[in-house]
C-alpha cells in the first residue's frame, strides 16, 4: 500500500459522513491518505500527536473538520509545518456559523485554508490538497486539468439541454 499523503482528521466519527467528500476526491484522483478521529478538546494529547508526526510519516497536507466550536485545524496547525485545511462542520443549533467562525478566525502566523461548510467544503478540501501536491506532481497536474476540462463540459451540456427544453 502506499504511504499516505494526506491525512483527514475529523473531531467525532459522527464527521465521517461530511469528510466522506475529501475522502472521495483523493480517490478520484489516486492520492493515498489516512483517516482518523481526535479531538481538540477531548484528546488534545491525540490531535498534538497526530500533527507533530505527520511530517515523519509522510503527510504533505492535513484536512481537519469539525463542528461546534472547531478548534482542531487550528489546534492542529499549531503543531505543524505542514498545510491544514480546515473544514466547518455544521453540527449545532447555530448551523455552522461557529465552526466556520472559529475555523477562518486564526491569529497570523498559524494559518489554516478554510472551506465551505459541510460536504461541499470536504470536496473542495480534497481538491486543494490534491491542487498542493500537483504543484510538485505532473501527473496529478494533468489529472487536475482533466477534471477541470470534465467540469466544464459538465456546464456546457446543461447548457444545451437547457436550450433544448426552452426553444419555442
Known amino acids: 500500500m502506499n504511504t499516505p ?29 489516512e483517516i482518523t478521529v481526535a479531538s481538540a478538546h477531548r484528546s488534545p494529547a491525540r490531535a498534538k500527536k497526530y500533527a507533530s508526526s505527520a511530517r515523519e510519516r509522510g503527510l504533505k497536507v492535513i484536512i481537519a473538520g469539525a463542528g461546534g466550536a472547531a478548534h482542531l485545524a487550528g489546534s492542529l496547525a499549531a503543531e505543524t509545518t505542514l498545510p491544514v485545511i480546515g473544514v466547518p462542520i455544521n453540527a449545532t443549533p447555530l448551523n455552522g456559523l461557529d ?29 486543494l490538497a490534491v491542487q498542493i501536491l500537483a504543484v510538485s506532481d505532473e501527473n496529478l497536474n494533468r489529472k487536475l486539468d482533466q477534471y477541470k476540462t470534465e467540469l466544464a463540459q459538465g456546464v456546457e451540456d446543461k447548457a444545451e439541454r437547457l436550450k433544448s427544453r426552452t426553444r419555442v
Open 5 to 33: 499523503l494526506v491525512g483527514i482528521i475529523m473531531g467525532s466519527d459522527s464527521d465521517l459522513k461530511t469528510m466522506s467528500g475529501a475522502s472521495e476526491m483523493l480517490e478520484k484522483f489516486a492520492v493515498p491518505y
Open 99 to 127: 465552526a466556520l467562525l472559529a475555523t477562518v478566525q486564526m491569529p497570523a502566523g498559524v494559518p489554516v485554508a478554510t472551506m465551505a461548510l459541510d460536504q461541499p467544503g470536504a470536496r473542495n478540501a480534497g481538491i
